[in-house]
């Protein structure tokens, strides 16, 4: 495909896009808040070869206690207390369900 149309006018092609495939958020009543989202990339690559980018926060406000996410440089990983380390990803059930058990256990639930 040339990048140029009949009349000279300079194609854009669009970019393809993350969908957006899970989503979820609660507030606690100690104004704790949990929040998840994943993503579904257009394409797989070395850096996420499940597809899939992924961003799960509790904490409060400015605050994170836990966080599991892969930002573009850094792979899989969580964060706990400000500590930082690498994580396994297996499924994105997964994924969630270890997430909520840390969580659990932090608010003293497990």
């Not at 406000?61 to 990803?89: A, L, M, V, W």
């Not at 994924?95 to 256990?105: G, K, S």
Request: glycine fraction near 10%; hydrophobic fraction near 30%; include cysteine.
């Amino acid at each position: 495909m040339t990048p140029f149309c009949e009349y000279g006018i300079i194609r854009h092609t669009m970019t393809k896009k993350a969908t957006l495939v899970f989503e979820d958020r609660m507030e606690y009543p100690d104004g704790a808040i949990l929040e998840m989202r994943i993503w579904k990339l257009p394409e797989r690559n070395e850096e996420r070869p499940h597809g899939l980018k992924y961003s799960l926060f509790y904490g409060f406000s400015g605050e994170r206690i836990i966080g599991y996410d892969n930002e573009r440089g850094k792979g899989d990983h969580r964060h706990c207390h400000g500590q930082e380390e690498p994580y396994t990803f297996s499924t994105a059930e997964r994924l969630v369900a270890d997430f909520i058990d840390d969580v659990e256990r932090e608010r003293g639930e497990k």
